[in-house]
């Protein structure tokens, strides 16, 4: 059985915005009389009523008893003839499945409804070649590689406590209780026990620092400060004085940065330094040619695609939360969307400048890029494991391969200038 709908007959296109497409589907009594029919065979193989088995009660009885499962059943069987006409008549590419609007339905006389399609977006790529992108490199010197050895013993430093009857000095961190007052009687919830202070820096109690300066271990001083629209008087209890000791380039630091002298340390540090530098430029580098590619190529993202890709990357942000952090979904959502639409542009013009180009990732190049991956494996289990995975991925991994070398094409033809980044 099933019923015919012509495109440009019962189907019409209503509007287009951007990649969302929708059609109008109408049915007149005559094909929904058919429609209505081939639903009332579908249920009578499912509805039970008493006294009847399975698949015998009357159609009769079926469509006075259901009448919602009828109608629901005809808008299915209509939805699905539609489809393909639409698919076929207007030379689209949907790529969510198509969402049913402003529906009608008078029984034995008419149905009507509407086919919302999310579309890919077709493009001509243009503006992909001579892009042009400036590479800002960067020399490292002496000064960066003392600086990150700097950085990294302050990063080690600890604190050790200063000899008896030492002061507090301005270098120093104390430990200290403190009770605030107000009108001469304590104030409720002032109360604070061993408050870690690094008198370097700036309180959060204006005064506190100046008041313990001088002051030795078990020494109390007093002093007044704002307190909310009020000033209250503070009392102070120096706990513990202590140094901040940062660790000298000596035979235990260069031990426990794996090298034997200061200049194996900063050759070392060198080198990474001058990694992670490239790795910038060329991150760099490659957003402008993704946002030159994006400028010379606007067009609309499926929306539902958007929201899914924007989903996906909420889920990744939330893994590397800390776990007592925690941000609303809806908050990520938004502030993650316009990455989510950066990805899905870039994406689809990279698809279409290599199907432009006839750039593909052959067989032999996914075998290659198989046997780098088992080459990083140990055991026959994990090789195991690692070729069933790849073969659930091997189209995805096809496309990122695709994507890559279009990528590669798109930077070779780029026009690049050389400039020295800004300290």
């Given at each position: 059985?099933?019923?015919?709908?012509?495109?440009?007959?019962?189907?019409?296109?209503?509007?287009?915005?951007?990649?969302?497409?929708?059609?109008?589907?109408?049915?007149?009594?005559?094909?929904?009389?058919?429609?209505?029919?081939?639903?009332?065979?579908?249920?009578?193989?499912?509805?039970?009523?008493?006294?009847?088995?399975?698949?015998?009660?009357?159609?009769?009885?079926?469509?006075?008893?259901?009448?919602?499962?009828?109608?629901?059943?005809?808008?299915?069987?209509?939805?699905?003839?539609?489809?393909?006409?639409?698919?076929?008549?207007?030379?689209?590419?949907?790529?969510?499945?198509?969402?049913?609007?402003?529906?009608?339905?008078?029984?034995?006389?008419?149905?009507?409804?509407?086919?919302?399609?999310?579309?890919?977006?077709?493009?001509?790529?243009?503006?992909?070649?001579?892009?042009?992108?400036?590479?800002?490199?960067?020399?490292?010197?002496?000064?960066?590689?003392?600086?990150?050895?700097?950085?990294?013993?302050?990063?080690?430093?600890?604190?050790?406590?200063?000899?008896?009857?030492?002061?507090?000095?301005?270098?120093?961190?104390?430990?200290?209780?403190?009770?605030?007052?107000?009108?001469?009687?304590?104030?409720?919830?002032?109360?604070?026990?061993?408050?870690?202070?690094?008198?370097?820096?700036?309180?959060?109690?204006?005064?506190?620092?100046?008041?313990?300066?001088?002051?030795?271990?078990?020494?109390?001083?007093?002093?007044?400060?704002?307190?909310?629209?009020?000033?209250?008087?503070?009392?102070?209890?120096?706990?513990?004085?202590?140094?901040?000791?940062?660790?000298?380039?000596?035979?235990?630091?260069?031990?426990?940065?794996?090298?034997?002298?200061?200049?194996?340390?900063?050759?070392?540090?060198?080198?990474?330094?001058?990694?992670?530098?490239?790795?910038?430029?060329?991150?760099?580098?490659?957003?402008?040619?993704?946002?030159?590619?994006?400028?010379?190529?606007?067009?609309?993202?499926?929306?539902?695609?958007?929201?899914?890709?924007?989903?996906?990357?909420?889920?990744?942000?939330?893994?590397?939360?800390?776990?007592?952090?925690?941000?609303?979904?809806?908050?990520?959502?938004?502030?993650?969307?316009?990455?989510?639409?950066?990805?899905?542009?870039?994406?689809?013009?990279?698809?279409?400048?290599?199907?432009?180009?006839?750039?593909?990732?052959?067989?032999?190049?996914l075998g290659a890029e198989l046997d780098k991956v088992l080459a990083r494996l140990n055991t026959e289990d994990e090789k195991t494991k690692g070729r069933d995975l790849f073969e659930k991925r091997r189209e995805y991994i096809r496309a990122s391969m695709v994507e890559n070398k279009t990528?590669?094409?798109?930077?070779?033809?780029?026009?690049?200038?050389?400039?020295?980044?800004?300290?």
């Open positions: 059985m099933g019923i015919t709908l012509g495109f440009n007959d019962k189907i019409k296109k209503v509007k287009q915005d951007g990649c969302v497409h929708v059609f109008s589907v109408t049915l007149d009594d005559k094909i929904l009389g058919e429609a209505s029919q081939e639903a009332l065979v579908r249920l009578q193989s499912v509805v039970t009523l008493p006294g009847f088995r399975v698949g015998k009660v009357p159609l009769s009885m079926i469509k006075e008893q259901f009448p919602s499962m009828v109608k629901d059943e005809v808008l299915d069987i209509s939805a699905k003839a539609a489809l393909p006409e639409i698919i076929k008549g207007a030379a689209i590419n949907p790529v969510v499945a198509p969402l049913v609007k402003s529906l009608k339905y008078e029984p034995g006389r008419a149905m009507s409804f509407e086919l919302q399609f999310e579309c890919s977006p077709v493009i001509e790529p243009k503006g992909y070649e001579k892009i042009a992108a400036t590479r800002r490199t960067k020399k490292i010197e002496d000064a960066d590689v003392e600086k990150y050895i700097n950085q990294v013993r302050e990063y080690n430093a600890y604190l050790k406590p200063v000899p008896e009857a030492a002061p507090v000095a301005k270098n120093h961190f104390v430990i200290v209780d403190y009770e605030t007052w107000e009108n001469g009687v304590k104030v409720p919830g002032g109360e604070v026990k061993g408050e870690i202070v690094d008198l370097s820096t700036p309180q959060t109690i204006a005064g506190l620092a100046e008041a313990v300066i001088g002051a030795k271990k078990g020494e109390t001083r007093e002093f007044t400060a704002p307190f909310g629209d009020k000033k209250a008087l503070f009392k102070v209890v120096v706990v513990e004085i202590k140094e901040k000791v940062v660790p000298e380039l000596d035979e235990n630091f260069l031990k426990e940065a794996g090298v034997k002298t200061v200049e194996e340390l900063k050759s070392n540090v060198r080198k990474m330094l001058e990694h992670n530098a490239a790795e910038k430029t060329e991150k760099d580098l490659l957003g402008q040619i993704e946002d030159a590619l994006i400028k010379s190529n606007p067009f609309t993202l499926p929306p539902t695609l958007v929201k899914e890709e924007a989903q996906e990357l909420v889920e990744l942000y939330k893994k590397r939360l800390p776990p007592d952090q925690n941000i609303a979904d809806d908050a990520l959502l938004e502030r993650l969307r316009p990455v989510a639409e950066r990805n899905l542009s870039l994406t689809y013009i990279l698809h279409h400048i290599a199907k432009k180009e006839k750039i593909e990732a052959t067989d032999a190049e990528m590669d094409l798109v930077k070779g033809k780029a026009v690049i200038k050389e400039e020295k980044a800004q300290a």
